[in-house]
């Protein structure tokens, strides 16, 4: 009996792990930077300035792009978090825009990205609507938390995937509340409205 050719195997898994590790941590450092300029972009869209919140996409897009070509497929699921961001970005843009959502076959990321990428969409959505009533754009308002309810229903079947999207039921929780609270929100100022204009009517 002998360990001979089990030690070799155990020494060649090894240094083959201590490389994927690397590698792992390389992408989640470099990665990093995708987020970053979502993040940025988010916020350069809820500033109305959607000509740098356009670019910092692409560049978030080229980044994607390049990661996707040197990575071993066995390291892709690193890639998830900063995909996610990419897909709520872009789709937050477009909304602005009054574009279709991009699919994800178009933002060419995996079907967890998309769908958690959409769920986090909804919070910048809410964001919009709440910006929207202060600025007294109620239609506007209106109109966005149409499509923000819309988006909620379509993503409420995915919690049965759970297992499979990770972190799908808790966002849609969150979500959920989320619409409640818009949908009190917007009612209240309407009705606020509805009594300004009753009340400036009697005065005329």
Known sequence: MSLKDAKTSLSKISKSLEKTQESREDLIKNTRQIITL????????????????????????????????????????????????FVEASSFLAIIQNKPVPSFESLKVKEESYVLGLLDCVGELR????????????????????????????????????????????????DRILVEETRTALTEEIRRQELIDTIKKIKE
Do not use: W
Request: aromatic share 10%.
């Open 127 to 174: 964001r919009n609507v709440y910006d929207k009533i202060r600025t007294g754009k109620l239609e506007e308002a209106k109109k966005t938390f149409d499509l923000m309810e819309d988006l909620y229903l379509q993503l409420y079947p995915f919690a049965s995937f759970d297992k499979i999207v990770k972190e799908a039921r808790r966002k849609l929780d969150v």
């Open 38 to 85: 979502c993040s940025e972009s988010i916020i350069s869209i809820h500033r109305n300035d959607i000509k740098s919140a356009a670019a910092k996409i692409q560049s978030a897009k080229r980044l994607l792009e390049k990661f996707r070509k040197e990575i071993d497929q066995g390291l892709y699921r690193y890639l998830i978090p900063s995909e996610q961001e």
